[in-house]
């Protein structure tokens, strides 16, 4: 931690920081500059840092405190150095196989999510996605069927033979959704619902958690670090758009996240090109771009007649759109020395 | 709703679109521009707008489709001239007076915050407020006493003659926290946690909705719009601060957001200055400004002793801090034809 | 200078570190912590501070290297306590008296530019703002009347006694728009425009500077810094909305800006509430706002017609509507110890 | 043009806006629904519709005025289906080769330039990029060169045979840097710069038009139009990151503008991933990214010893990282049917 005294600070107000400081049991090395003086704490743990950069923040005499540790840990590439493989279903995400996870935005019907999954299965895709639970802006939208979307997901899954990835947003439904899913999704919107991520932080199956519309890096991480504590260490993160002033798009899709997430952490990360740009002709080149940039995964809405969906029809792919997705990304995937399954 | 077609859509396509609106059950009104032609269709229900919209731009030839009214009803000032007035304890918010709401970010131990209530119910201050389940972006930070803290404020509340507000942040807690709060906080963080808004929804108590950092105003109405159609009438909007690319402020306190809610809708609104600027030494005018742009209630942090706070103490008033700031504000508000109790 | 050593950082990196430092003459102050090193330099000048960061961010075993002081020094109240007073015309902004600049968007004709004059010149207002050169997003939109309009204001200013204010774009008119104008405005998308800034540095006419709808509080007082450095002391900051992710304003006024520029820098800072929302209704709410936040003045469009100006009718006021504005803001003024000319 | 007119406006108000419309010369098309009128104008002209848009938005019984057609119109791809191809010296931008433009941020001395670009010319870059003319955030900052800067980078370019790219920033620099540079590169804080707009649109050199940090995709293109109604029609865009809350990196690059731009406009666009993210370590996955992603270019910082450069050194590539991404990019280029020369 470091305290940046303000300019002509007296010697008692530098005492006062310091003795702070030695009272809460840390370590003191002040520097004397010039103009200012500046102090370093060492030693101070997380559990503690937040509280005392505010309150040293709150004396007048204090410019600013600085953090200077990365505000997680056991996420952290730093004491991890290799990144971690999560399998899912009879698929490895992690590792050198790219993985694509696509299906409708909403599960439907029985009939017409079979034929999607079936037209998915055929092309190679091993992971079905579906949202049996929709968080939805309007509170007139379609909210999802709920638990019989589960079983839907459910049982075309294994009619086809793909592990299934859907949304838990109400923490009282996690050990349900655990039934049902192989893959527990957190929305964006649930990024920060502690208790939800205290939940899955105690549930058997790994946990595909977005980012929040508003999320730092670092506050992505975070979250992820509160699953982790829970004890479930199966987290995959996935960069889906941020919200910016820009409006052509529903979300800026942040692609530097991938190799940034990369660089700060060992969890494996995938990508939401079709909420990322809300616009499924803007689909194509994002996925392609998410392979180069190294993302490990992409998850991709596809439903047989976009034109009639339920929900997001703008932003999903028909079944020969995704082909073509396929087609355009496999020598991408080994231009960059990956192979997408 | 406003479906633009594509420069050189053929009259097939046009055709497509007229039809598909006329199937669904509306008015078609296409008008032929020199370039290009635009359809209007009328009659379009709020439950399938944002379905119809999504599926009609998915169709290569169609530019865009724009929704054209609200996608909020009953929260709307359209229908509803007078603004809401909510009762909370013996003051009533959205009236003529300004209601003042302070309290310690946190509940620490009965004596503190029996300290604090004591002093502000002295200056007059009627609403307690002071966080039990406290929402953390870091999972090391303290979270709050919990139940011990909800009935410490209950008993502060009822030793000192105050009515009390706290968050809650867990569907499961709803009804538990209404039988010590008098009123319900939806943080930022949760203003789109759809389970907690169908909660609260069905409680009796009134809610304050703060607005969700990322969300634009139509989506926090649409938020308040969920609570209401759960048959809970009693909505207080906050204005907290948004995401921007700052980062001398915590938040960038959006004041504008008072008079275009007061033009929206009829809900009342306050606003919480201590989250919004994340520096003590801003909120004293920052609550003279929401005051000035017609406030009607305010939400301030406010601890004996911040530089010693468990949270947040960046941002919490002394209690002398605190008077300076009433002492302030009383004049402004009877500037603007207000009072402030 | 606060550098951070990456985790595992070995003793020759460590070094290599400092030596840098030291060969570049300033001082090194390490501090091992437990798990990495953190090395203080002091004494490194401003000139040098961007590039030195840079190069030591490039080193892999270095996390980050952070700034510590203030990027800019005589604008700052750091060094001058009080805020500087700014004569125009007759009246003076920064003291105790609120500034009302008041006219049209731009120039139209004589008649309508004495038209708005004379009724606000009646109403107390002593300067009169209005553009000649206005920057346009659109090619296609009127650019402005250019030296014709500017002679239209200086006449107009002339027969009724007011001091103008006006905008200038382009170094190469400087010169020029000093002979018709008091104070000279730089633009938002001005802000960074940095020949511009030494240009109207050489000035011999106080300077309007807007704030860059991205900019943050550094990097507009780092602006003004430019205009200081050319000579010129007499700037006056002016807040005028930022580029946020809100659609329904047409900028996010940052009214929080006022008291924060107080903290910072003993310039005077006025408010733009016309642009910061684009929407006349917003417009008393937020004058109102700003005085009561601490504005040293403000800056309002106003036109007899707004529903047939050439530009900006959206935000303009009528006369009227102007006058209602006055009346509503000389109590808001007194309540914090001002009074509005 | 569509005006929204508020629930509840009378007859008489339809009909004053009717009139309106018609006394403008335009279409009158009202759509009556059931809780409101919609007007649709037609034949609206570009350059009266953002005054007339705001006219309408002034009067009270308007909910809001909705511009329907591409504030663009040269630059649109609608009327202009195929890409432009722009010629740079010996190479063509737009077509199906991907052109590597690189070099130092800021050209510091003839040797170190010269060094750089026989190290890229032998890589086979054929465009080299330096700034004599250096936009800086602080008036303490290195500004570069100026004319020196100019010489020299025309003399190594002619000496290894490579085409010469340089920031102008003045208008009345234009003239003068035509005579040195193949490219003239109007950087991210000019984008608005409306008078340097306009002369570069009367130069007869390439326009490389960075992207405002704060600019929507529709006022970028809007710029193009400006440089292209001054008669220069060869404008290639940079996509050169936006301005967001992330602060991990510099700035958000956002990769979707490309296929977006793709979409709207027949302008080559090219990416540089060195400012948009701000981070050296990043700068190779987002190239291969901004390849996949459809670019017809990149931009990119490249050093003799980045941790010694007067510049923007954390973002710089040595010879050997820049030399990496060439080979990693080749088969990236060929994975999508390009060439990288």
């Known amino acids: 931690m470091i305290v940046v005294m303000s300019i002509g600070a007296s010697p008692e107000q530098i005492k006062d920081v310091e003795n702070r400081i030695l009272e809460w049991g840390y370590g003191v090395h002040p520097i004397y500059g010039a103009e200012r003086t500046v102090i370093g704490a060492v030693g101070v ?142 929305g964006t919107r649930n990024m920060q619902n502690y208790d939800l991520l205290r939940e899955v932080g105690k549930a058997r199956r790994p946990v595909l958690l977005k980012r929040g519309m508003w999320a730092k890096l670092e506050e992505w991480l975070q979250a992820a670090e509160y699953v982790f504590l829970g004890g479930n260490h199966d987290v995959i993160l996935c960069e889906r758009g941020i919200r910016t ?54 998850l991709i809405e596809v439903h047989p007649e976009p034109d009639k969906a339920m929900k997001d029809g703008a932003q999903s792919m028909t079944h020969a759109g995704f082909a073509d997705i396929l087609q355009q990304c496999r020598p991408v995937a080994e231009a960059v020395g990956r192979r997408l399954v």
């Open 45 to 186: 743990p997380e559990a503690d840092k937040a509280r005392y950069l505010a309150q040293l923040e709150r004396l007048p005499y204090v410019e600013k405190a600085i953090a200077i540790v990365r505000p997680y840990k056991f996420v952290s590439r730093e004491l991890h150095r290799e990144t971690t493989r999560i399998r899912i279903g009879d698929v490895e995400i992690g590792g050198t196989d790219i993985v694509m996870m696509a299906g409708p935005c909403t599960i439907e019907t029985y009939e017409l999510t079979l034929e999607t999954a079936r037209a998915l299965r055929e092309m190679g895709v091993r992971v079905l996605r579906g949202g049996a639970y929709k968080p939805c802006t309007s509170p007139y939208s379609f909210p999802g069927l709920g638990i019989e979307g589960l079983k839907i997901l459910r049982n075309v899954g294994d009619a086809v033979g793909m592990a299934v990835v859907t949304e838990v947003m109400d923490p009282r439904n996690v050990e349900m959704v655990c039934e049902y899913a192989d893959v527990l999704q957190i």
């Open 245 to 298: 002033f820009e409006t052509y798009t529903r979300n800026t899709l942040d692609l530097s996240a991938v190799p940034a997430v990369r660089e700060l952490s060992h969890l494996p990360i995938v990508v939401d090109p079709s909420h990322g740009t809300g616009r499924w002709s803007l689909v194509p080149a994002m996925t392609r771009a998410a392979i180069a940039a190294g993302a490990d995964g992409l």
